[in-house]
């Protein structure tokens, strides 16, 4: 199995910067774009693991293979139009509250709470990033070995609240997968303990990833409008507010990537000085760069079965839209220094990407194709196919009943 290049020296492009920017004074500026570009790179090329996903959900099967009952097919999480829709509103109302949080209480307290949460969220995700990583490493005589128990527990809290009763927590799990839950729950409780930056940036990173790969917008559409709403979500509560910066300044939690100024601590505070970039900078437009990676890929004819994320096909929509970020990226930075002013990093990547996809679609003569390429498509036809079956039945009911009542008539 061949390699891509590209994949392999953005995986060591992380690993380098986030291990020598603590010994060697990297700008800033450099150590972002390149950051936050092989992270996005490795992670989209990662999520084309959900097109062999949502051919299984749509039943489709491996040359040779059996076709998996619908029970059994995986469930891919696909944003509807209406959760678009409502997402800036809800992003808003969290923030919000964060803000509130943090002017009548306690920051200490929020900090421990908002850290407590996303030291389990976080320490799930490096487990699944870290997981094939072990894999590779221990003997496969090991690393193999599956540890499975069926665990559901029923609960009398409401739907809403609780989810569906009963709670599914069944294991289903490699002995790779408990060494890498283990490992990652030691370095969680390190992190929780001494908050350092690099940590932190570690299991920002894994959220990055993992969140990218296991996500999917559905459509361009859907995506076009999420970034749209979150274009004016930002602008508002960066340049409306204080609201945005005084959160993320005083949030001290793996929400943001953090990158050192310099190594030199500041003789007042006796740390060194760090500039970050929240997640959500990186997360949402990566979502929308995976979709359009998949729809290369779909246009490509790449086979769905098995996944390999380093088959080689020509990438137009994908590396055009990467390239536009990184220049979208490299915008905010030169405002942000120029003006010395927090900036919306979505008021110049948001254009940046759905301008970019759009002139590659008309360049191409694609635009028809790119609007409606679809990944929730076979779920609507489903519906289609079961509301036709409805009324098949209801249909011969109805037959079924006049001609008992005919019956009836010539009996009388």
């Known amino acids: 199995m061949g390699y891509n290049p590209l994949i392999v020296t953005s995986n060591l492009a992380i690993i380098a910067l986030w291990g020598l920017c603590q010994f060697i004074p990297i700008p800033y500026v450099v150590n972002l774009l390149v950051l936050v570009t092989s992270i996005l790179y490795v992670a989209c090329h990662d999520s084309l693991v ?12 491996p040359a040779g293979g059996e076709k ?57 995700a490096m487990t699944a990033t870290m997981a094939p990583l072990f894999g590779m490493i221990l003997p496969s005589s090991i690393s193999k070995v599956e540890i499975k128990k069926e665990i559901k527990i029923k609960h009398p809290l409401p739907e809403f609240i609780g989810g569906e009763s009963p709670w599914d927590l069944s294991i289903d799990a490699t002995l790779a997968d408990v060494v890498a839950f283990i490992a990652s729950a030691v370095f969680t409780g390190v992190y929780l303990k001494t908050k350092h930056w690099t940590l932190n940036n570690v299991l920002g990173i894994s959220f990055c990833l993992q969140g990218i790969s296991r996500f999917s917008l559905g459509t361009y559409k859907i995506g076009a409008i999420l970034l749209i709403g979150l274009f004016f979500y930002d602008i508002f509560w960066v340049f ?42 990186i997360v949402i437009p990566g979502f929308f760069l995976a979709l359009l990676l998949r729809f290369d890929a779909h246009n490509a004819k790449v086979p769905y079965f098995p996944t390999d994320v380093h088959y080689s096909f020509p990438k137009p929509y994908f590396h055009s839209c990467l390239f536009a970020y990184f220049l979208g990226m490299g915008m905010t930075m030169f405002v942000m220094i120029y003006f010395q002013a927090a900036q919306p990093a979505l008021l110049y990547l948001v254009p940046a990407c759905l301008g970019s996809s759009l002139l590659c679609a008309l360049v191409r003569g694609e635009m ?29 009911e109805d037959e079924t009943t006049a001609k008992k009542d005919e019956d009836a008539k010539k009996d009388d």
Do not use: H, W
Not at 94 to 110: C, G, R
């Open 240 to 281: 409306g507010t204080e609201v945005m910066v005084t959160v993320a300044k005083n949030v001290d939690g793996p929400i943001k990537i953090l990158f050192p100024r310099s190594l030199v601590p500041n003789a007042e505070t006796g740390k060194i000085e760090l500039s970050l970039l929240g997640l959500g900078d």
């Open 368 to 396: 028809k194709e790119l609007f409606e390429y679809s990944e929730e498509e076979e779920e609507e036809e489903e519906e289609e196919e079961k509301k036709e079956e409805e009324k098949k039945e209801e249909k011969a």
């Open 50 to 61: 959900l097109r062999e996903e949502q051919a299984l959900a749509r039943g489709e099967t």
């Open 68 to 124: 998996l009952a619908v029970i059994d097919r995986p469930q891919v999480e696909t944003l509807k139009k209406e959760d678009a829709m409502q997402f800036p509103l809800m992003g808003s109302a969290s923030l919000f509250s964060l803000y509130i949080a943090f002017k009548f209480f306690d920051p200490q307290t929020v900090n421990l709470i908002i850290s407590g949460y996303f030291g389990l969220v976080g320490c799930a």
